[in-house]
């Protein structure tokens, strides 16, 4: 008989291609996890997993398996959040995944209010880039989504938060040669600092910005926005930057800011769910306390032109 076990291990092995790393993630030994598969693979009569010295690939055969095995594990994810609806609203658990260009900023303004508005709930974060959040999502992993959705998913049910406006970020020193509100096509090619490909906020700044090709960018292989104002500061160049990180109290008076003439360029930070997942109650909870406290953080904004103080 199949075991959900079998079906985790295996989702796990799709994930990280390789045994001792699927191991390790599910929290078991490699030759444990490798006989579960081999016992799958036995009762279905089917080879799941090509493996190779260096890892392990799902098998096309396997690939329906997977995804089987997939919506299994999120229907029993659901099967156990239904349960525990008898709890109250936001009580117990709760898996909330953040993708990094939202999580350090938004975390501290919501979680306080998280605690003092919901002191059952046990929330538990997961911070990781939207395309692996995405696939979490499906999988199971977490329970809801915070991020900026790339398109239309029919596959998800999600709510917008609020509308995230971009401003040019610059040394002080650059910044006195720029307007006070900045077309897109004052930001130069070669001065324009992102982060390294795989974010979302990359993506979207490019996508202001039209007429920059990606490959005459500037090489910067950031994995974080701390580190590209940094780069910002010493005067390395400049880049846009979420209102968010404003509102979170950035304050450094070697950066001065720019707004964009209008259309301003932005994004729209949403909750995302899984439409089988018994718990729209507790994200609709959730959506009104981080909206809430977006809109109470609009006070904290730095006065524009002038570097924030």
Request: proline residues 8%; hydrophobic residues 45%.
């Amino acid at each position: 008989m199949i075991s959900l076990r079998q079906l985790r291990y295996l989702v796990a092995l799709a994930e990280h291609r390789h045994f001792g790393r699927a191991a390790e993630a599910c929290r078991v030994t490699q030759p444990a996890l490798s006989t579960q598969i081999r016992e799958l693979e036995t009762f279905l009569g089917v080879e799941l997993v090509e493996r190779r010295p260096g890892g392990a690939e799902v098998t096309a055969e396997g690939a329906e398996i997977l995804r089987r095995a997939t919506a299994i594990i999120a229907g029993v994810r659901d099967l156990e959040d239904h349960a525990r609806q008898a709890q109250g609203l936001l009580a117990g658990p709760l898996t909330i995944g953040v993708i990094p260009s939202i999580a350090p900023y938004l975390l501290p303004i919501c979680l306080p209010a998280l605690g003092r508005q919901f002191p059952r709930l046990e929330p538990r974060l997961r911070e990781t880039q939207t395309g692996p959040l995405l696939a979490e999502l499906a999988a199971g992993k977490v329970d809801v989504a915070i991020l900026v959705l790339p398109d239309e998913r029919p596959d998800l049910e999600s709510v917008a938060l609020f509308a995230d406006r971009f401003v040019l970020a610059a040394g002080v020193e650059e910044a006195a040669g720029l307007p006070e509100r900045v077309q897109p096509g004052a930001v130069a090619a070669d001065r324009l600092l992102l982060l390294e490909e795989g974010h979302c906020l990359r993506e979207q700044a490019l996508a202001y910005c039209r007429r920059i090709p990606a490959a005459n960018l500037a090489t910067l292989g950031a994995t974080s926005l701390t580190t590209v104002l940094q780069m910002v500061a010493a005067g390395h160049g400049v880049t846009l930057l979420p209102e968010l990180v404003l509102r979170a109290g950035f304050d450094d008076p070697r950066i001065a800011l720019r707004r964009f003439e209008d259309p301003e360029p932005q994004r729209i930070v949403a909750l995302a769910w899984r439409p089988t997942s018994p718990r729209r109650r507790d994200f609709a909870a959730l959506a009104q306390l981080v909206t809430a406290a977006w809109e109470a953080t609009a006070g904290v904004l730095p006065a524009w032109g002038r570097p924030p103080s």
